[in-house]
Structure formats: structure tokens, C-alpha cells
């Protein structure tokens, strides 16, 4: 809590760059699944976009943190 309290702006930076990589996928496997019941061809193409999303978020993305 003291970072988002006192950080500075690379505190900030890291904390946008963790919910670019863990924050948008949640919310769009949130409305794939709200979705599901109602289309589930839009479900479908949300899903698995989603699935690419955080496949290559996590991975190229996070290989460039270490």
C-alpha cells in the first residue's frame, strides 16, 4: 500500500504494466463468459483472442522484463 501511497512514477509505470499484462485478459474472459449464453460465436472470438492476448502478453512481453 506504502507504493501506491508514495510511488513515484516508475512505481506507477510498473503497476500499468501489470494491468496490461494480468487486467485485460481477466476482464475480457469476464465478458466472454457473460456472453457465453447470449452469442457464443462473439463469445468464441472474445475467448480465444483472449487466450492469444495473455499467451503473448505474458510471454514475449514478460521475457523482456528479465
Known amino acids: 500500500m ?6 513515484d512514477a516508475f512505481a ?7 494491468f496490461l499484462a494480468f487486467g485485460v485478459p481477466i476482464i475480457l474472459l469476464i465478458v466472454g463468459l457473460i456472453l457465453w449464453k447470449k452469442n457464443k ?21 514478460g521475457i523482456m522484463f528479465r
Request: proline share 0%.
Open 12 to 18: 506507477w509505470t510498473i503497476l500499468f504494466l501489470m
Open 2 to 7: 506504502n507504493l501506491l501511497i508514495g510511488g
Open 41 to 61: 460465436k462473439a463469445s468464441k472470438v472474445i475467448l480465444i483472442s483472449t487466450a492469444v492476448y495473455a499467451l503473448i502478453g505474458l510471454g514475449m512481453c
